[in-house]
C-alpha cells in the first residue's frame, strides 16, 4: 500500500478530487458536508489501474497495477494547518491541488512551506476546474514556484472532477508517482503517529494512523507514549484487532493505512499526537539538537528584522511533527544549529524530519532534522558555540562509527533507539560499546593509573575495579575489564600486575630473602611471630608476599615457603608409602619435624587442595602422591606398614574409604 496526502487552498477541489478517484466520501462529519468545506482529516482509498499500459520506445518509471493507494485528505483553511500538518507529517507523498480559476493562493504558500520544511519531494500537482478556466497559466506559475522547494520537478496534470476529464491521466501519474517510493523495511521497529481516536461499540478504543514501516500483529504489544491527560511515561497496551482499507487482517506492514482496535487504554488517554511504538525499540526525548531549514523564498516573510544569525525566533513556537503539535523552546546555537526543549518525550531518531510554526503569525519559521536526540548540556561559557561546529559537520543519515566517536562510548541498545545500527568497529564490553580511539586512551590512563596505585600503595592487593571505573569516568565497572592493559589481570574484582613475582619494596624485599633462606633450610619450620617482626613482616607486609607467591600462609603469623604443599606431599608420600595410606596428625607432624601449630593447619591446607581426605576418626588418608597436579581421585586407604594392625588394615584395602 501507498499513502498520498492532499494539500492545497480552501475550496479548491482536493475532496471532489479524491471522491471522484475513490468512490468514498472523505469528509466523514455531516458539518462537513453541509459547509463543502473539509474540517477534520478524510480518509479514502482506491487500487491504482492505469487506463493504458505505458507505451513508447523508452522505458520509463514502472506502472504499478493494482496497488492499493490511501488518502489523507487535509483540510485547506488558515484555521485548520495544524490539523493539516497532523495528516501530512507521517505520510511520504502529496498531491497539490490548484484551482485553474484562481491559481496560487495564501494557503497554498502556507501549505508548500510546510511540505518542504518537512523535507516532502515526492509529489504530484493536480490542477483542478479545468472547465471553468485554462490551466496553462496556472501550471507554470506553480512549476515556477515549486522550482524553489523539495517540490521542483513534480509532474502537472489538469484535470476536471466533475466531468471526469483528465482522471486518467491522473490515476496513471500517481502510479508513476507509487513507483518511486521507496519501499520500507517490514522488520523496522514500529512507530505510529495517531492522527484520530474513537470508540467502537463492542470493540473499544481505536485509533489510527500511517505505519511508515515495520508491522503490527494481531496481539503484539506496544508502547503507548505520555498523553496530555496525564499517562505517566510510556503505557503498554496489546493490540486487540487491525484493520486495513476496511477489512480486517491479521498483520498490517507498512507503509499502509490503519486502524488498530486498543486493550489496556481508554479513548479520553488517546490523542491525536500520541504515538506508538514497538517496547523499547525508541527512547523518549525532551531534549534534541537540530539543523534549521529556512522557509523557502517565496513562504510568507517575518515582519519583523532578522537576527543577526538569519533568523528571527518568537518566544513561543510549536513544534509539528509526526502528528505530534507541542509548543516548545528553541535556542539558537548558530546560524543553521539549534537546540529544542520539548514539553514532554517524544521518540524521536536522527534524520527525523519536522518544522517549526508561528501560529500568531501563521507561518512557517523553519524546518528541522534532527541531529542528536540525546545532547550533551551545555554548561561552560562557549559550548553553545563548539555545539554549533560540531552539529554543522553531523549528517541528518545516521552514522554508526561517527556517532560513537562523538560519543565516545554507548549503550548498544541506546545506539539502536537513536536509529544507529551497532558500529562494525568497537570496543564490545556487555552491552557498552567503546570508541576504538578512545579505548586505546582508557587503556593507557588505566595503565597510569595502575602504576601510581603501584608506588602509592605497595603492599595493597591490587586497586578495585570499582575505584578504577570511578577514576577514569566510566558510567559502568564491567567496562574496565574490557579495557585492560598489557601485563595486568583481574582477580577477585581488583586489577593487580601479570607479573608472577611482582618487586614489593626493599625493606619488604630483605626481609623475606632472610625468611626465604631460612625455610629452604628448615621447610617445616614456620617463624615464630616474634621473628616476623624483626624481619619487618607484618600482615600487611606478609598478605603482599603471599599474592606475589613468595610464601604460602597457613593460618595467621603461620606461613612457609612457596614450594610448602609439594614439599609436604612429597614427605607423606615417602613415609606414608603412597597414595591410600592413612596416617595421623601426630604421625604428619613428626614425618615433617615440625609443631602442631603447622601441622595442623598445613594438613586443613591440604585437605582442600584435595590432596588429603580427613577420615571420621580424625585420621587422614593421602589421595595423591607428588606435588598439586598430579592425578586426584580419591583411592582405598591403608594402614602404615608400622602401624599397629597395619596387617590386617592392608587385606583390607579393597574397601573404600568411609567418608570425611
Known amino acids: 500500500m501507498h499513502v498520498i496526502a492532499t494539500a492545497g487552498h480552501v475550496d479548491h477541489g482536493k475532496s471532489t478530487l479524491v471522491r471522484a478517484l475513490t468512490g468514498m466520501e472523505p469528509d466523514r462529519w455531516a458539518e462537513e458536508r453541509r459547509r463543502g468545506m473539509t474540517l477534520d482529516l478524510g480518509f479514502a482509498w482506491t487500487t491504482l489501474r492505469p487506463a493504458h499500459p505505458r507505451t513508447g520506445g523508452t ?7 493494482g496497488v492499493p493507494v490511501a488518502f489523507v485528505d487535509v483540510p485547506g483553511h488558515e484555521r485548520f494547518v495544524p490539523t493539516m500538518l497532523a495528516g501530512v507529517g507521517p505520510v511520504p507523498a502529496v498531491l497539490l491541488v490548484i484551482a485553474a480559476d484562481e491559481g496560487w493562493m495564501p494557503q497554498t504558500t502556507e501549505h508548500v512551506a510546510a511540505l518542504d520544511a518537512l523535507g516532502v519531494h515526492h509529489g504530484l500537482l493536480a490542477v483542478t476546474r479545468t472547465d471553468v478556466a485554462d490551466p496553462g497559466p496556472v501550471i507554470a506559475a506553480a512549476e515556477r514556484e515549486l522550482a524553489r522547494t523539495s517540490l521542483a520537478g513534480v ?66 504489544t506496544l508502547t503507548l507514549s505520555e498523553s496530555g491527560s496525564g499517562l505517566a511515561g510510556g503505557h503498554d497496551v496489546v493490540v486487540r484487532g487491525v484493520q486495513m482499507l476496511g477489512h480486517r487482517a491479521d498483520q ?4 499502509a493505512r490503519v486502524a488498530l482496535n486498543l486493550r489496556g487504554v481508554r479513548v479520553r488517554d488517546v490523542h491525536r499526537g500520541d504515538v506508538l511504538t514497538t517496547p523499547g525499540a ?3 526525548t525532551t531534549v534534541v539538537d537540530v539543523r534549521l531549514h ?10 519583523g528584522a532578522p537576527t543577526a544569525r538569519g533568523l528571527r525566533l518568537p518566544g513561543e513556537l ?21 537546540r529544542i526543549t520539548l514539553p514532554r518525550g517524544l521518540p524521536l531518531r536522527i534524520g527525523d524530519r519536522g518544522l517549526l510554526r508561528d501560529p500568531g503569525a501563521h507561518r512557517v519559521v523553519a524546518g528541522i532534522t534532527a541531529l542528536d536526540v540525546a545532547p550533551p548540556d551545555l554548561g561552560r561559557r562557549g559550548a553553545a558555540a563548539a555545539r554549533a561546529a560540531t552539529l554543522g559537520a553531523m549528517s541528518p543519515v545516521p552514522d554508526a562509527a561517527a556517532e560513537l566517536h562523538r560519543r565516545r562510548l554507548a549503550r548498544a541498545d541506546e545506539l539502536r533507539a537513536m536509529g544507529v ?16 580511539a578512545y579505548a586505546e586512551t582508557l587503556r593507557q590512563r588505566l595503565a597510569e593509573l595502575l602504576e601510581d596505585h603501584r608506588r602509592t600503595e605497595p603492599l595493597a592487593d591490587g586497586l578495585a575495579v570499582s575505584v578504577a571505573a570511578q577514576r577514569l569516568g566510566l558510567p559502568d565497572p564491567r567496562l574496565v575489564a574490557a579495557l585492560l592493559p598489557g601485563g595486568v589481570r583481574l582477580r577477585a574484582g581488583r586489577l593487580e600486575p601479570d607479573a608472577t613475582r611482582p618487586r614489593l619494596p626493599d625493606p619488604v624485599e630483605a626481609g623475606l630473602a632472610v625468611l626465604a633462606a631460612q625455610l629452604t633450610a628448615d621447610p617445616f619450620t614456620a617463624p615464630s611471630a616474634h621473628r616476623l617482626d624483626e624481619l619487618g613482616l607484618g600482615p600487611r607486609e606478609l598478605a603482599a608476599a603471599e599474592r606475589s607467591g613468595r610464601l604460602v600462609r597457613l593460618a595467621d603469623g603461620v606461613v612457609l615457603g612457596p614450594d610448602a604443599v609439594a614439599r609436604a606431599t612429597r614427605v607423606l608420600t615417602e613415609q606414608a608409602g603412597g597414595p591410600g595410606t592413612a596416617f595421623t596428625v601426630s604421625q604428619a607432624r613428626q614425618w615433617w619435624g615440625t609443631s602442631r601449630r ?8 591440604l585437605d582442600r587442595a584435595r590432596m588429603t581426605q580427613r577420615l571420621p576418626d580424625d585420621r587422614r588418608v593421602l589421595l595423591v602422591s607428588g606435588p598439586p597436579g598430579a592425578d586426584r581421585a580419591p583411592v582405598p586407604p591403608r594402614a602404615a606398614p608400622h602401624e599397629p594392625g597395619g596387617e590386617r588394615r592392608s587385606r583390607s584395602a579393597r574397601s573404600p574409604a568411609p567418608p570425611g
Open 598 to 605: 603447622v601441622a595442623v593447619p598445613l594438613l586443613e591446607l
Open 282 to 284: 525508541y527512547r523518549g
Open 252 to 255: 498490517a506492514v507498512g507503509v
Open 294 to 303: 529556512p522557509p523557502y523564498p517565496g513562504a510568507p516573510a517575518d515582519p
Open 421 to 436: 545500527v551497532d558500529p562494525l568497529e568497537a570496543v564490545h564490553a556487555g552491552a557498552w560499546l567503546v570508541d576504538p
Open 155 to 220: 509532474q502537472a496534470v489538469a484535470v476536471c472532477a466533475p466531468s471526469g476529464d483528465g482522471l486518467a491521466q491522473l490515476r496513471e501519474q500517481l502510479a508513476v508517482l507509487a513507483a518511486g517510493l521507496s519501499d520500507p523495511d517490514p522488520d523496522a521497529p514500529v512507530r505510529l503517529w495517531i492522527d484520530r481516536s474513537f470508540t467502537v461499540a463492542g470493540a473499544g478504543t481505536v485509533v489510527t494512523g500511517t505505519l511508515p514501516a515495520g508491522r503490527v500483529r494481531v496481539g503484539d
Open 318 to 338: 510549536r513544534l509539528h511533527l509526526g502528528s505530534a503539535a507541542l509548543t516548545v523552546r528553541v535556542r539558537l546555537l548558530g546560524a543553521d544549529a539549534a
Open 59 to 65: 522505458v520509463g518509471p514502472a506502472i504499478v497495477m
